[in-house]
């Protein structure tokens, strides 16, 4: 009798299997220098949101500052130049969900949520694009207004109080880009929903004015509005230094206390509005 021996198969186990996941901050590093690639490697894509920001810093509120020579003891010019970031900030953020549906449609975003990384660093990484272009887009308005005539003298403190209000704008209007770029389909749709979100607020969160010069029932709907603390907070920093805008909105007398309630209502709105997106876009990148 002849004896066939059979050679064992040894069952591989989960860990020889699975596929190796890269590391998180490598995945991070490759999306955020992707989206750079997408969104802001010609000129033309981070020029074109700053035109009627500075149209409004050097035409319109120089022509304004002859009329109304001071707001609140504060120069006209200046008072309106801080309130355009609150035009160039939210439009550019929204304005970039049209890439976000161009790379859904016809991009590689398809291939990159089959790879075995995280989705919500899609997310972050956009953001991180998002708030890079809006520093220096504010940078580059800062500096046209400056060249007009405006005048920001402050403190170091002064710079971190507006800094932080533009990130978090910045965060909070890139979340709602987000959303409408996962729940509307064509780039169409989305030019037609996408400046309400970014212009409405703006209106009503007293760039022009204070928001006491508002009839009672706005005034109440201004002092909700996230884009009305950031405003606030920046001419805290760069111009309102008494803080007659934050006292507008909370009535009391520290001004530190204040500008902190102000940080904190913008930080938790951008956080809220954040944590939605990466869940809304999640469920929609696996429907």
């Known amino acids: ?24 901050s490598a ?45 609140r003891g504060i120069d006209y010019q200046s008072f309106v130049a801080v309130g355009t970031i609150g035009l160039l900030v939210p439009l550019s953020c929204v304005l970039g969900g049209i890439g976000m549906i161009v790379d859904r449609e016809s991009g590689a975003q398809r291939d990159l949520l089959a790879a075995p990384a995280s989705r919500s660093l899609m997310v972050f990484g956009n953001l991180t694009v998002a708030l890079a272009v809006s520093l220096f887009q504010v940078v580059a308005l800062m500096g046209a207004s400056v060249a007009r005539g405006s005048t920001f003298d402050t403190a170091p403190s002064g710079w971190l109080w507006a800094a932080a209000a ?66 606030a907070l920046m001419r805290y920093g760069l111009v309102d230094h008494d803080g007659r805008g934050l006292h507008d909105i909370w009535g009391m007398t520290n001004t530190t206390a204040m500008a902190f309630l102000s940080l904190v209502v913008v930080a938790v709105s951008a956080a809220a509005v954040l944590a939605l997106s990466t869940r809304v876009f999640t469920r929609a990148a696996i429907s």
């Not at 949101?49 to 319109?60: E, N, R």
Request: charged share 15%; aromatic share 6%; net charge positive.
């Open 27 to 71: 995945v991070f590093s490759t999306l955020t220098r992707r989206r750079f690639a997408l969104s802001a490697h010609t000129p033309r894509e981070i020029v074109v949101p700053l035109l009627t920001p500075i149209l409004f810093a050097d035409v319109i509120a120089p022509a304004l500052a002859k009329a109304i020579p001071a707001t």
């Open 1 to 24: 009798m002849t004896t066939v021996a059979v050679p064992s198969v040894q069952p591989h186990t989960a860990t020889e299997t699975a596929v190796a996941r890269p590391a998180r």
């Open 166 to 231: 533009v990130v978090g704008l910045a965060t909070l209007m890139h979340g709602f880009a987000e959303i409408l770029a996962a729940r509307i389909k064509k780039q169409e749709e989305y030019v037609g929903a996408a400046p309400p979100v970014a212009l409405l607020p703006w209106f009503l969160a007293g760039s022009f004015f204070p928001i006491s010069a508002m009839p009672a029932g706005l005034t109440v709907i201004a002092k909700i509005l996230p884009v009305t603390h950031a405003l």
